[in-house]
């Protein structure tokens, strides 16, 4: 009875440490507007024990988005360095990866040039373009196609093709 009260609990009481992607996805994008959205996901994150490349990643793209919402430049730069080390990691670990380098892309975009952290976008970019066509998953594709037209300075030809792709 006492083996069974604390599987009880270990299933019950443990933090979750599995994650569907979609709901990482849906999660990562709702904390990058919501403070308190965005420390429960790294919570949640830091509590995986053997973290796969993707959620590596996301771990990372999130410690970097904590940044956003500190005030004190040295924690600033403590987040964004310890969330780019983990990207990067994650990116080493799987490097054709679509998800991993749309993150990286959508975070080299949008951080301030002085950090140092754009040298891959012209890079990024061109294998997401690549890549688009060959991804399964719906809702992955649908999101990279958006965010390329919506915030990537993509040539008239790259948009085009975004374009006609989904039609």
């Not at 940044?67 to 990116?91: C, D, H, R, V």
């Not at 970019?125 to 993509?154: N, V």
């Amino acid at each position: 009875m006492l083996a069974h009260f604390s599987l009880f609990l270990l299933l019950h009481l443990s933090p979750p440490t599995s994650f569907n992607t979609k709901q990482l996805r849906a999660s990562y994008h709702e904390a990058i507007y919501q403070e308190d959205k965005a420390k429960a996901l790294l919570t949640d994150l830091k509590n995986i024990p053997s973290p796969s490349a993707i959620q590596k990643a996301y771990l990372g793209s999130t410690q970097m988005l904590m940044a956003k919402f500190t005030y004190l430049p040295n924690q600033k730069f403590s987040w964004f360095n310890t969330g780019k080390k983990n990207l990067e990691e994650a990116i080493a670990a799987d490097p054709k990866q679509a998800e991993i380098i749309y993150l990286r892309y959508s975070i080299q975009l949008n951080v301030p040039s002085f950090l140092g952290y754009s040298q891959n976008k012209a890079a990024d970019r061109a294998f997401l373009l690549q890549e688009i066509r060959k991804i399964q998953d719906k809702d992955l594709q649908e999101r990279i196609k958006l965010f390329l037209l919506k915030e990537a300075s993509l040539t008239q030809q790259e948009r085009a093709y975004c374009i006609v792709l989904f039609l």
